[in-house]
């Protein structure tokens, strides 16, 4: 079992930066392959940004490239988005999610276990 939270969301101006934490418990999370996903009212849940707890290897969607930044703590197992350059296009709720299981990195949200509740962001124009 991994246990997620999300902290720090909130609602923010366009061009304006926010930092997203992820807490993570339970199993060994260094084992995990860690992911973002967010989702827009209507839309599916889609991939933003993930890395690999063990090494640091870091993975990215073509809409956040260049403005957001996904890190890692380990003293305190918790996950950051540091996202930058806001746009309203990037509105959504925001979720972290663990697989433990893969061998390699995935964007697919059914290889992913285990979630957090969620955190909303919203970007005003």
């Known amino acids: 079992q991994v246990q997620l939270v999300e902290s720090g969301g909130g609602l923010v101006q366009a061009g304006d930066s926010l930092r997203l934490s992820c807490a993570a418990s339970g199993r060994a999370v260094n084992s995990c392959y860690m992911g973002w996903f967010r989702q827009a009212p209507g839309k599916e849940r889609e991939f933003v940004a993930g890395?690999?707890?063990?090494?640091?290897?870091?993975y990215y969607a073509d809409s956040v490239r260049g403005r957001f930044t996904v890190s890692r703590e380990n003293a305190k197992t918790t996950m950051y988005l540091h996202m930058k350059r806001l746009r309203p296009e990037d509105t959504a709720v925001y979720y972290c999610?663990?697989?433990?299981?893969?061998?390699?990195?995935?964007?697919?949200?059914?290889?992913?276990?285990?979630w957090g509740q969620g955190t909303q962001v919203t970007v005003s124009s």
């Open positions: 890395i690999r707890w063990s090494g640091g290897s870091t």
């Open positions: 999610a663990a697989d433990p299981a893969s061998t390699s990195f995935s964007i697919s949200v059914r290889e992913y276990e285990y």
